[in-house]
Every structure is written in structure tokens, then in C-alpha cells.
């Protein structure tokens, strides 16, 4: 995934649904916020650009899935805040 393409369709057309979990939709502005918002905790907690992060996704069938996790992986695709 280009590191640029949330940041621009979350510019151009915020409310549009960008994943969607079980019955839950996730527009590309909520997606890059959560995305922010874990990068930046990410950095607080001294990781840094090359590090190496894992994410644990839950194998949850059904309607009770998550949809932190695309988030958490577009956060650590981040290059910097979206200007």
C-alpha cells in the first residue's frame, strides 16, 4: 500500500468507507486518525523508523472482528503526520 494513498482519499473523500469488518464500516478520515493516533504512540514509546513491529490480529470469525488492526497496520506504514 502507497504510504500517501489513506492520506489522499482521506482529503478528497473522508466519509467514503474505506474497510469494512463484519457490519462495521471504517471511513478513510477515521482510518488515518486511528492510524495517527498509534504512530504517535508507537514514537512515544521509542520506536523508531527501521524497527521492527509486530501486530497481533485476532482469527475471530464473525461480526465481533475488530477493525484496529488495518489501522494499526497503516500506522506503521506511516512516514510522517499528513500536512
Known sequence: MSQ?????????????????????????AQMVDTSIRIANLLRA??????????????????SSRSPGPASAQVSCTRRSPPG
Open 45 to 62: 514509546r521509542g520506536v523508531q523508523r527501521g524497527d521492527t513491529v509486530a501486530i497481533l490480529m485476532p482469527n475471530i470469525q464473525g
Open 4 to 28: 500517501d494513498f489513506p492520506d489522499h482519499h482521506a482529503k478528497v473523500a473522508p466519509d467514503r468507507v474505506a474497510y469494512r469488518v463484519g457490519e462495521t464500516e471504517v471511513s478513510y
